[in-house]
Structure formats: C-alpha cells, structure tokens
C-alpha cells in the first residue's frame, strides 16, 4: 500500500505556494514590518512593506490580506514596476479562495514583469509560474507542475542568480518524483536543492523542509541511514524555536521513520507530538495526515480497534473526504481493518464502496486522456488548415501580382513593340517557372507535415493503447482478481464451517472453476502487459513469452544477441508487441510446429527475424487478409522508423525480417 500511503501524504500537504522565505522566529515578522512601516519615508517602501504584510496574512486572514492589498495600491501611485508586483500579490490572495482568478493573476504578474529585465523580476515571475503550477497539481496535474518547474520556474530564478528559490523549485521537482515513487530521480533533485539551499539559506525554512522531505524520500526507499542523517539536520535548524510551520513536517517524517526500523513507541510520540504543534498552528491538514500515519502505526501492531476508531475520525473531515483519491485509500484500508477485526459484512460493503469508485476514477482519467488526445487531434488539423490558407494567400497574391506587371509590360509594347515583346515573354516565362517551383515546394511541404502528423496519430494511439492495456491489466488485477481471491475465501471458510459441505461435489467444482478464474485472469493480465518487462527488461521477456506459447506440438527456438539495456521503455513495448504479433500468427495461422525468432542488435539498429514451418500464403494477397495482424505490425514498425520485409509462398512457410531504430532517449 506504499502507493495509497504517497496519496495520503501529499493530497494532505501539497507545497506551501508563496515560498516566501518567512524567518523561523515568525511570531516577531509581522511586528517587525510594521516596525519598519512606522519608519517608511517613501511611498515605494511603504507600499513593498504592504504587500509583504499581504503576503503573509493571505496563509490565514484573507480580511487582513485583501487590506493590505488595498492599502499597497494607494501608494504605489505611478511607479509601473509597483503595480507590475500587484497581481502576484492578488494571485496569492486568491490561491485558497478562487483558482481561476490566481492563476489569470499570475499569469498577468508575469506579463507585466517581462518588461523589465531585471534580476529582482525574474525572481517574481519565478515564485509566479512556480505557484501556477502548484495550482495545476491542486487540479490533478503532477505532470504541468513539473513541467512549468524545470521549463519555467527554476530557469528564471537562475537567470535571478537567486539560489534558494532555485533549491526550492529543485526540492518541489523531487516531490513530483516522489509522488509517482521515482525515488531514484526524486533523490537527484533533493540533493540539488540542499546543496543550493546550503549555500544561501541556512537559517530559513526552506532548507528545513529540503531536509525533511528527502528525510520521507529515503523511507520510501528505504535507506534509513540516510534518511536519519537528514532528520539530524532538519532538528538541527528547528531545535532553537519551540514552534514551527515546518514542525509537523518533521514528526511526520520522524515518525515514519521509527515505524520502519521497528521503535514504534518512538514512532507514536513523534506523531503525538506533531499532532499537538499542527493543532497549535491550526494546520488541519498535517492533524489528518498526522492522525492517518498513527493509524498506520496501530494496524502494524495489530490494534484494530483503535486503528478503524482513528481512520473514521479522518474520513468525518470534509477536508480529508474531498478528493477523490483519498477516498479510494480510505474506503480500501477501512476494508482491510474490518477484514482484521473478523467483520466479513463490513468488509465486503467498504470493498464494494472501494471497487466502484475505483473505477469511477479510472474512468474520469481516461475520458480526460481522451479529451486531450482530442484537443491534440484538432489543433493538429487547424494548424492544417491555416497553412492552406496561408498557401492559397500565397498563391492568390502571387496571380495578382504577375497579373499587374503583365499588364504594365503589355502597355509599354506600345512604346517599344519589339524590345518589350522580348522582354515580357521572358520574364512571363521565368515567373513562371518559379511560381512553379514555388509549388512544388508548397506541396512538398504539405506532404511533410501530413507525413509528421500520421507519425503523431500513430504514436498517440499505440501510446494510448499500451497506458489502456497497463490500465485494464491492473485493473483486472487489483479490482476483479482481489475480488474473486476474497469469494474463493469466503467460500472456502463457509465449507469449513459446515462439515457435511466439503464432500459436495458441485461445491467443489464450484470452487475449481474460481480457481481456473483466477489463474485465467491473471494470463490475461500478464498478456496485456507482461510484468516480466517492466521489472526485468526485454530480452527476459521475449525468452519468457517463447516459453510461455511453447507447446507439446509446438517448439520455439530463441536467439538473442546483444540486446542492450538501454533501450527506452515505450520502445521496448513496441517490439515486445511486434514479436508477440508475429508468433501468434505463425501459431493461429500457419498452423507451425517449429518457430525460429532471432533478435539482435547493432548500435541503434535493432532486428527481428521470425521463420516458421507453417503453410504459408502469397505476400500479394495480404490486402484481402483481416486476421493476419499485419496491420497492426506494419503500424508499429512504421512508428519506429523501421522497415518490413515479408518472404513467403503457399506450402514453404514463412520468413519475416524487420529492422527498426532504437536510439536511446530518442
């Protein structure tokens, strides 16, 4: 349950979205701005004091904020750059109360600020994309964020030369990374961020939470040492203030980290404790995260009782309940504590509950990976159709013009009949060569992009079909499989309690044919996308799908060679594809008893050769045949840049040699 436990975490405690760097000692920051605000002598002070006080009250007054806001507009006056700072300002006003208008502000702020090029605007318009995109993963969108990071962001705060909010935008990338258990590469973007953050900002939060969270990524991937050595330095930082925003933080991940290496009791005192500074600093969200974690704790040492007490608790707060997602962890782990406790009803109604919106969600992400593949498909055809316009402009513009010096050359004939004549029908005749060729360079251009747009589609839909396959196939697995694993249970256990049943033979073949189910389910899962492939890379899993076809009347011989590591994983699904294509033709069609499939590679090339016993047929009429799956191959090497040969004939067999490209990181 490692993944529902990320969810947990972070649709609780998405990233604070000022990333102001507000001192440690925050109970004396406001006094301390209106220290200086007593002191201001120009209306620019007094009107940047302004908008810090707004910035700071907009975490928990908005009434507070929204004066401030209004105060910072009577005073900055005519200043362009003042007002230019405004909507990042009103962005942050807006973050909690209305996305849309936040995200319109900060696109705004950065807008303005794009006109003047200077250090202190990059800043602003870095801390404006950066929290742009912390509103796209409020929306779902883990994804934008990273991409407004690593495009938008964080090149900004370099061209800033501010390093700490350079780090922060390093340490939020590798919250991106976490959330989808890339710990690997989520540790590479920590390390970068602590290492900016070591160099500046010592003594400031945001350092604290580096620290912190690449403690939580080191749990996750379970190198406690390290995971240690970062809570060190976090409780290093913190040690010197009683309380903190980034205390919970801490207890969270301290606590996690007991839970791993067995110090439970240390593990409940460190969630106990940030409990209390979370309820202290009225944060409602780290109580519920904080609270999930200790019933994590409790159903590790068995305590069910208490742990289903705790997890109501949670689910009673409308802040915990309203994302969907949080919902699905819920509903499945309340499932699994009252399986724990021995109510079987209960059980079946939160697994129920917990199958049904599953799918719910499931569906709504693949209508919306529709909706985009859509949008994609139709900004693809009108960019199609304004580069015809733009042709036929072109070309229209292009009539009128040879039309207007025609008609010049025609009149000034009239001057000199002869020398005019020659003249015209030589440069008639070179426009017209060059409107010519003028032409075909137009349609060779158009056969371009239509040639670039069919690699597109392509790509979308063999894309599109693999993420349904995963989809489908984890889907069977998790939801359907669990489910007919947990009737094979109940049913069992109801035969064990009834003496006389287990002798009944309808009930014993009842719970044979479950048994067929499930296995039958777990082949087709295992078809549409083969675990052996993602965990052991291709040429495993081509050894294990010749070994899985092969028969008693059906031998298949494998000869791999030199197939690197380093292919890209959509490409090696590719050719996992093509070979699982071409071998369920040779056994469904050619009706073979001996299979030989060769893959080898060479630098980038990559070859496949498949010869089979069977029956064979004439290449000539392949058009006329719907069940060879030819297509669907053709397709896929055409995807990858390759090339198709096939050499058969009626009663000789089959030979198939196809070579595609496979460029790491292409």
């Known amino acids: 349950m490692n993944r529902y436990l990320l969810y947990i975490i972070f649709l609780f405690g998405l990233p604070t979205y000022s990333a102001a760097q507000i001192p440690l000692n925050q109970d004396s920051y406001a006094d301390s701005i209106h220290n200086l605000l007593q002191h201001a ?5 007094k009107t940047r004091l302004y908008y810090e006080l707004a910035d700071y009250w907009a975490y928990s007054d908005t009434v507070k904020a929204r004066q401030y806001l209004t105060l910072s507009q009577q005073y900055s006056g005519t200043n362009s750059y003042l007002k230019a700072l405004y909507p990042y300002y009103e962005a942050g006003y807006y973050f909690d109360i209305d996305i849309p208008k936040s995200e319109s502000a900060y696109m705004r702020a950065d807008s303005l600020l794009s006109q003047f090029p200077k250090k202190e605007a990059y800043f602003f318009r870095a801390k404006a994309w950066r929290n742009y995109g912390v509103l796209q993963q409020i929306k779902g969108s883990d994804t934008s964020f990273a991409s407004i990071l690593l495009q938008k962001a964080i090149p900004l705060a370099q061209k800033a030369e501010d390093k700490t909010f350079e780090g922060i935008g390093y340490r939020d990338v590798g919250l991106v990374f976490m959330n989808v258990q890339q710990y690997e590469k989520a540790t590479i973007y920590y390390l970068k961020s602590i290492a900016c953050l070591e160099s500046t ?17 080191y749990v996750f991937s379970e190198v406690y040492p390290s995971a240690k050595e970062m809570l060190d330095k976090a409780h290093a930082i913190l040690a010197p203030y009683a309380i903190n925003e980034s205390s919970p933080g801490y207890y969270l991940s301290e606590g996690m980290y007991y839970t791993k290496v067995a110090q439970l009791r240390k593990a409940e005192s460190s969630f106990t404790k940030g409990i209390n500074v979370a309820r202290e ?26 742990a289903k007490q705790l997890l109501l608790d949670v689910m009673s707060h409308e802040d915990a309940i309203m994302r969907e997602n949080n919902r699905v962890i819920f509903y499945y782990e309340l499932s699994q504590t009252y399986a724990n406790l021995g109510d ?13 919106l599953k799918d719910s969600v499931t569906n709504k992400r693949f209508k919306n990976q529709i909706n985009e593949l859509e949008v994609k498909y139709r900004s693809v055809e009108n960019q199609k159709r304004i580069a015809a316009l733009q042709v036929e402009k072109t070309e229209v513009a292009l009539a009128a013009s040879n039309n207007r010096l025609f008609n010049w050359l025609l009149g000034a004939t009239c001057l000199c009949l002869l020398i005019g004549a020659g003249f015209v029908w030589f440069y008639y005749k070179n426009k017209q060569k060059l409107a010519a060729q003028k032409e075909v360079n137009y349609r060779q251009q158009l056969k371009e992009m239509e040639q670039q747009q069919q690699l597109t589609i392509t790509k979308a839909m063999l894309e599109g079909e693999e993420r349904e396959r995963k989809r489908v196939a984890r889907d069977l697995h998790d939801s359907l499989g669990g489910m007919l694993a947990g009737v094979k249970i109940n049913l069992s256990g109801w035969a064990a309690n009834h003496l006389d049943i287990p002798q009944d033979r309808e009930l014993n073949k009842v719970i044979n044919q479950l048994d067929n189910s499930v296995g039958e389910l777990r082949r087709i899962s295992r078809n549409m996308m083969p675990e052996t492939l993602l965990k052991f ?20 011989s494998f ?24 071998l369920s033709n040779a056994i469904k069609h050619a009706q073979a008893t001996n299979i030989l499939l060769q893959c080898s590679q060479g630098n980038n090339d990559f070859y496949i050769t498949v010869e089979d016993n069977g029956i064979g047929f004439d290449p000539a009429s392949l058009s006329d045949k719907k069940g060879l799956g ?16 096939v050499i058969s004939s ?11 490209n496979v460029e790491p990181n292409r």
Not at 281 to 306: C, G, M, W
Not at 544 to 552: Q, S
Not at 564 to 575: C, E, G, R, S, W
Request: charged share 25%.
């Open 41 to 45: 002598k120009t209306d620019s002070v």
């Open 201 to 217: 900002a010592t003594k400031y939060t945001a350092l604290a939470n580096a620290y912190i969270m690449a403690a939580r990524n």
């Open 281 to 306: 600093l009225k944060d409602h969200y780290a109580v519920l995260e904080l609270t999930f974690q200790q019933y994590k704790l409790l159903s590790e040492q068995k305590r069910y009782e208490k």
């Open 344 to 356: 079987s009803k209960m059980a079946y109604d939160w697994m129920k509950r917990y199958a049904e």
């Open 537 to 556: 890379g291709l040429e495993t899993a081509l050894k294990d799908l010749c070994e899985f076809y092969m028969a008693d009347d059906l031998h298949i």
């Open 559 to 582: 000869q791999p060679f030199q197939i690197q590591d380093n292919i890209p994983l959509p490409t090696q699904i590719t050719i996992y594809r093509i070979v699982q294509e071409l």
């Open 630 to 645: 030819l297509a669907n191959v053709r397709n896929r090497v055409g995807y990858l840049m390759g090339k198709m040969e």
């Open 650 to 660: 009626p009663g000789d067999g089959t030979s198939i040699n196809i070579e595609v």
